[in-house]
């Protein structure tokens, strides 16, 4: 009889069928992108690390692939690849590629009027800042080119109207190149995160840190009185999704008001949960909102707002200099093509009703993998946050940073990435994150789901 000792129990998965699964596919990779291997092996010389930004070298496959052209939810490669692109250029593009409304206003504003930075306002400005009242809730908006941009000065002006020196952030999250937050929760305590590039300062001395969903923590960090503000996103998207359990969101917000911080939700991921993002999907309240990536379809722009009260604080604060060189502000900021662009996106592209058809085809892309893990007995789990819906190697739903940061597997993710990239999918090489745009079909959603369970079966064979 064969010694089965060794073999995966179902829904288990052997490593040595894995590894021989990835060489397969990597060399699939090499054979499908000839061009892209050789632009890359050419661009070295003065690129660094060859590519244009350094996350580029993300791809599984050893290379990046050439962009050629992408319309909508399609993406091209320089050797002529067609993909269906779930990735979105993680999240700047969730408008689609180049939609038409904003490649016409760009080039009304760029070419026919001219002057896309000038640093004067253009009218389009506070038509943007109105809607994003609606729509979010803070009444007082200001513009920045990046959502990393709009947290620094959020959080400047946090400390500014609080007087107190720390924030505080949930482990596993990310908003940015924000100094403050490169931080996570440890079982020794709060500690700079692993890689953390050149840090100004030990974060440790300028951040409180918590895991999500623990209201105990929040309110024991919190009880310190220093903390000038909560920095979150409603439901963690960085380390797979995290979604907040009932009532958590709540007591977040009775807790920062009785402790005295002020609230900020940054928004440039969730945005995916509707038209207001969670904030307006959940009915929340913060004090803040920031957003960037995706809202001027593809033309760099962020925004924070205030509510009223704040805004009228700051602007009444003689100490705060806000319109020179007080550290909040940026030359490009605001700029008029970034404003023309937002707002032919929010007119335009990512309306209410767009939002609807988003939605819809995210919940068939997660009833299908659904569908997949269930039938194969694989012990992982999909969840979906509106447009956004993202597979993690857990067969519970993790609650906090740490339980997803521990269901992550490398391999497995090299593996499906390049198994999906090779048959024509593109996902976001951070983890297993799609995205819908306004152009993704049904059918795209159903493509996935057949080669996903196409992958599946081999892994499980
Ligand atoms: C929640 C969140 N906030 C802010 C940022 C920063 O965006 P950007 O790199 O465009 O500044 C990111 C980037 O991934 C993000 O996920």
Known sequence: MPDRSTEPAPGQISRTRLAGLIGRERAEYRRRHPRSAEAFAAAGGHLLGGVPMTWMRMWSGGFPLYLASASGARLTDIDGNEFIDFCLGDTGAMAGHSPAAVRDAVARRFGELGGSTTMLPTEDAAWVAGELTRRFGPTHWSFTLTATDANRWAIRLARQLTGRPKILVYSHCYHGSVDEAFILATPHGPASREGNVGAPVDPVT??????????????????????????????????????????????????????????????????????????????????????????AGGIPAGAYGLTAKLAERILADESADIVDAGGVGGTLAGNALSVAAMRATLEHVLTDAAFEGMNEVADRYTAGVSDVLVSRSLPWTITQLGARAEYRFCSQRPRTGGESAAAADTDLDEYLHLYLVNRGILLTPFHNMALMCPSTTLADADAHTKIFAGAADELLD
């Open 206 to 295: 300028t951040t409180r840190v918590v895991e999500f969903n623990d209201a105990k923590a929040l309110d024991t960090e919190l009880g310190y009185g220093d903390v000038a503000a909560v920095l979150m996103e409603p439901a963690l998207t960085n380390i797979g999704i995290v979604l907040p359990e009932p009532g958590y969101l709540e007591k977040v917000r009775e807790l920062t008001s009785r402790h005295g911080s002020l609230l900020i939700n940054d928004e440039t991921h969730t945005f995916s949960a509707g038209p207001g993002g969670c904030t307006r999907a959940w009915r929340l309240e913060p004090d803040i909102v920031t957003i960037g990536k995706s809202i």
